[in-house]
């Protein structure tokens, strides 16, 4: 059995320009795989150097134990570092972790991760030598030797990584400094345009504020039912179509400077809001004008008008509860008033109209009896009856002629005729013939005072016809009156009150809780519209 030769192990030391180079070619070392080494200039960098003793060598563990361990590619790099910085030279990063530990120190220990930024900022380890001194140092036989220990003590320059922290730490605390003082300054914004007119408001609102006291009342307009009493006693409730008109135009006529005008010299609007007790932001000014005053009437004074019920609310604050509830009388009585006048003119010119249809017609018909009197007196009282008189005599006259004539005839047909009797049947005949002459001419001729009867009869009838139509016009003319009289009482407006107004105990305004809040949202609103506008601004400007 043949056993290998046992040798002694040396160790070769890179000098400083190797060691700068190797630290400069640690991204292409970093590159290859845990234990495997470059070729060219590290292998050439190792064989020259100091050598190491044989007892620095000895080793604690193996290679092999160390690859066991699983350490990752960046505790490795690690290692090789710390070995450079502690003047080692090892072969591979496995190596470097048994010369260390060999040494007794750990690689991966804080202190010594330290101790390798620290010496990052000496010269000769990661600082530019000068040429002369590289000269110096190729030129300069390395032989095989010992390393002394050497004590490694903390450097006054900090690391690249301690700066990098101790400025983004600087800009933290500048970042925290900037937003601390924009805080203050956004705080110090609200407390000047927000918060602080929000608390002279709550201030005035809870203090200041002179209570007023609200009378609420309620009124709805009625018309007649023409149609009889009934179960409302003649009354029907009045939808949005019936009095929906009316009602707003008494809601327009109590909002407007005709009632106000008239309520300030019935019972002294002005002279109650002028007194000095009240409030000087609610007080009204002794020598104001009228709109001044119209435009406190519209503050205190709220209408409104339900048009699904037909109601009408309204609501009347003063300073003084029982000046309240008058002010609410006196407007109703308004109203009312208002109401009669609207409905009163078109029941007048509806009435008036049909009387005066009437009484045209009541005059045509007295002038058509006065011209049928007029004819009837002018002739005989029946003209027709009279014509039939004539014509049965006619006839009369002619039944006695035939028959004289058919006794004559005969008398004539004897061969010895009676000579007395055919004479008086001559006679007879004669003058049954003038007679129905006569009565043919009265029939058909005229007389020179007179027309003939036929025209009189003409006459006659067209004056009957038209005292007929006068008749049917004169019934016209007062059934359109009575509808005209009954359509005017459906068009009566009644104003009915269902809620009277009463005076009231307490103060319904101020509300100062919600006129405080909703002061703190409209100054509010209107710093973020500000603020919006100005940011929006700044932007478009600095762009």
Do not use: C
Not at 130 to 138: L, M, S, T
Not at 176 to 189: A, I, M, Q, Y
Not at 204 to 232: Q, R
Not at 443 to 468: F, H, K, P
């Amino acid at each position: 059995m043949t056993t290998k030769p046992k040798a002694r192990k040396f160790r070769i030391r890179r000098s400083a320009d190797i060691v700068h180079q190797a630290t400069g070619q640690q991204g292409a070392d970093d590159a290859h795989a845990p234990g495997e080494r470059p070729e060219g200039t590290s292998q050439d960098a190792a064989r020259s150097g100091d050598v190491s003793s044989a007892r620095e060598m000895s080793v604690s563990q193996s290679i092999d134990d160390i690859r066991r361990e699983g350490l990752t590619g960046r505790q490795l790099r690690m290692a090789r570092r710390v070995a450079q910085k502690h003047g080692l030279a090892p072969t591979s990063d496995f190596d470097a972790i048994r010369l260390l530990r060999a040494k007794g120190i750990d690689p991966f220990q804080r202190s010594s991760i330290l101790q390798l930024v620290a010496d990052d900022e000496q010269p000769g380890d990661g600082d530019m030598v000068p040429a002369k001194g590289r000269d110096v140092d190729a030129q300069r036989v390395q032989l095989p030797q010992t390393v002394p220990a050497q004590t490694m003590l903390p450097s006054t320059h900090l690391s690249p990584a301690d700066r990098r922290g101790e400025e983004i730490m600087r800009i933290q605390r500048d970042i925290g400094r900037r937003r601390r003082r924009k805080l203050l300054l956004l705080f110090t914004r609200l407390a000047a345009f927000v918060f602080l007119p929000t608390v002279l408001a709550g201030y005035y609102y809870y203090n200041v504020a002179t209570p007023m006291y609200s009378t609420k009342s309620e009124f709805l307009i009625l018309s007649a039912d023409g149609g009889g009493a009934g179960g409302m006693g003649g009354f029907k409730l009045p939808s949005q179509f019936a009095t929906g008109q009316d009602a707003i135009a008494t809601q327009s006529y109590l909002m407007s400077k005709d009632a106000m005008l008239r309520l300030d010299r019935d019972v002294g609007f002005r002279e109650h809001f002028s007194q000095p007790w009240i409030d000087p932001i609610q007080r009204l000014d002794a020598d104001a004008s009228n709109e001044e005053a119209y435009k406190l009437y519209k503050k205190y004074m709220k209408i409104g008008y339900d048009p699904t019920e037909g109601v009408l609310r309204m609501e009347v604050s003063t300073a003084d509860p029982e000046v309240s509830a008058e002010f609410s009388r006196k407007l109703i009585n308004y109203a009312e008033e208002r109401v009669d006048e609207l409905s009163r003119r078109k029941r007048e010119d509806a009435v008036e109209s049909s009387t005066a249809s009437l009484e045209q017609a009541k005059e045509e018909r007295r002038e058509a009896q006065r011209q049928l009197v007029a004819m009837q007196e002018g002739s005989v009282l029946d003209p027709e009856g009279e014509i039939a008189n004539i014509r049965s005599l006619i006839g009369n006259v002619e039944l006695q002629l035939q028959e004289k004539q058919l006794a004559l005839n005969t008398q004539m047909n004897n061969a010895r005729p009676n000579s007395a009797r055919v004479e008086a049947l001559t006679s007879e005949i004669g003058v049954l013939q003038r007679e129905l002459s006569k009565q043919r001419a009265r029939l058909t001729d005229a007389t020179e005072e007179s027309a003939s009867l036929a025209s009189q009869t003409a006459d006659i009838q067209m004056a009957q016809a038209d005292l007929l139509t006068a008749d049917m016009v004169l019934q016209a003319a007062l059934e359109a009156q009575r509808m005209s009289t009954s359509e005017a009482n459906k068009q009566v407006r009644y104003l009915t009150v269902s809620v009277k107004p009463l005076a009231s105990q307490d103060a319904s305004y101020p509300r100062a809780f919600e006129n405080t809040i909703l002061a703190f949202l409209v100054f509010a609103g209107i710093y973020l519209m500000i603020s919006l506008t100005a940011s929006i601004l700044r932007e478009q400007v600095s762009s």
